[in-house]
């Protein structure tokens, strides 16, 4: 299989799942383990705890241990096993306990495929927004196929797809993977030193920490949100689906469009979207409100993520780029959602609006360290 066909395929698999648990599974564990939305939010920021701390410290140190190759065998093997732990627990505790040894291995599987990613740009020049739109595409189907399943089946059906998922993407994950993946990468001394001695990294990190957390009460409380504006469960899979439609063309073209863009530029628009987006839905209980922020997913998220990568591909070390991914997972992808998601659902319980408003407060600083990056030419 061709590089770029194989990288594609392994985002299109786990992006599948992604679609799957982060949009739904508070609706799961409220539906089906018939917790409060509180209760389960809880849950989920104990997970984004713990993957805030595994990416940031278990994945770098299996990174040394393991050639990235065999990393993509062995986290969704593992994430399998775990996730079938959560069918036969009910209580709240032991549930926060599966949750977070789930999110020990789970997510670890996303810096792993961005550290393909960024390897294989550099050693086989592959086109990482062709590659990636797959993966948009698959959060797609996800949510597709989420959608259709609770419509007829109810919202028992969420983990029966997200096993049958796991077990598509450990399929993926053994096929051959390109042999720059086979090395293990040699981790420089001193690695998180001298990752945020690269100038502007600590700066572009804390954007994409203010950005990708934002996302945490439409991740966690969309499907809820949809709910309560009476949307019936087939069609609340197609309407996230917009946003992800946006995210697949913004990858098709963001390597010709934004070649000559500086990444602080690219911030500043992300940013912006970003307190745009949310304050809408805040303010505006609207069905159609929500579908049309749903198109500004391709700047809140696609632009910002496109950003960091296009940073890491022209600045970083090969060397510190395990160690890159795994801060920017565990911050810009665990922690900040992690707190804004407990953040979120305490303001969830006395308005819905007021957690989207939250966010969008959030993500004002953001557009204010990137003028900053500007001004001083950063990136």
């Known amino acids: 299989m061709k590089q770029q066909a194989w990288l594609s395929t392994n985002f299109f698999t786990f992006f599948f799942t992604w679609g799957i648990f982060l949009p739904y599974w508070t609706g799961w564990l409220v ?45 969704p093997l593992l994430s399998a096993v775990i996730l079938l732990l959560f069918i036969p627990i009910d209580s709240f505790f032991g549930l926060m ?22 390897v294989l740009m550099r050693t086989n020049k592959i086109n990482y927004g062709r590659s990636r739109s797959w993966g948009s595409a698959g959060y797609a189907i996800g949510l597709i ?10 919202e028992s059906s969420i983990m029966t797809v ?41 700066i572009v990190l804390g954007i994409c920490i203010l950005i990708q957390g934002a996302h945490a009460s439409y991740y966690n409380y969309g499907f809820i949100y949809l709910q309560e504006l009476n949307v019936s469960s087939v069609y609340i899979g197609f309407i996230l689906n917009i946003a992800i439609i946006s995210e697949i063309a913004f990858f098709a073209v ?8 500086p ?69 810009g992808m665990g922690l900040s959602t992690a707190v804004l998601t407990q953040i979120g659902g305490y303001l969830y319980e006395i308005s819905s609006g007021l957690a989207f408003i939250g966010m969008g407060a959030a993500a004002v600083p953001a557009v204010i360290l990137g003028w900053w990056m500007y001004v001083r030419r950063i990136g």
């Open 31 to 75: 539906s089906e383990k018939n917790l409060s939305v509180a209760a389960a939010s809880s849950i989920i920021a104990a997970g984004l705890f713990a993957r805030s701390f595994s990416t940031l410290f278990i994945f770098p140190q299996l990174s040394k241990r393991f050639s990235l190759a065999v990393l993509m065998k062995i986290l």
């Open 263 to 331: 990444v602080s530029t690219m911030f500043i628009f992300a940013g912006a979207a970003s307190i745009l987006r949310w304050v809408l839905i805040g303010l505006f209980p609207s069905l159609w409100i929500f579908i049309v922020t749903q198109i500004f997913h391709s700047l809140t998220f696609g632009l910002a993520h496109y950003a960091f990568i296009r940073f890491l591909y022209r600045t970083v070390d090969k060397p510190l780029i395990p160690t890159a991914q795994g801060l920017y997972a565990s911050l």
């Open 145 to 154: 196929v989420i959608g259709i399943t609770t419509a007829i089946w109810s």
């Open 162 to 202: 997200m096993v049958l998922g796991t077990l598509l993407m450990i399929t993926a994950s053994f096929m051959r993977a390109p042999d720059a993946l086979h090395s293990r990468i040699s981790p420089q001394r001193g690695g998180y030193r001298a990752i945020f001695a690269t100038p502007g990294f600590a």
């Open 97 to 118: 306990g599966v949750m977070v040894l789930f999110s020990f291995f789970y997510p670890n599987i996303l810096p792993t495929m961005e550290s393909n990613a960024t």
């Open 254 to 261: 963001a390597d010709k469009l934004l070649k000559k863009t």
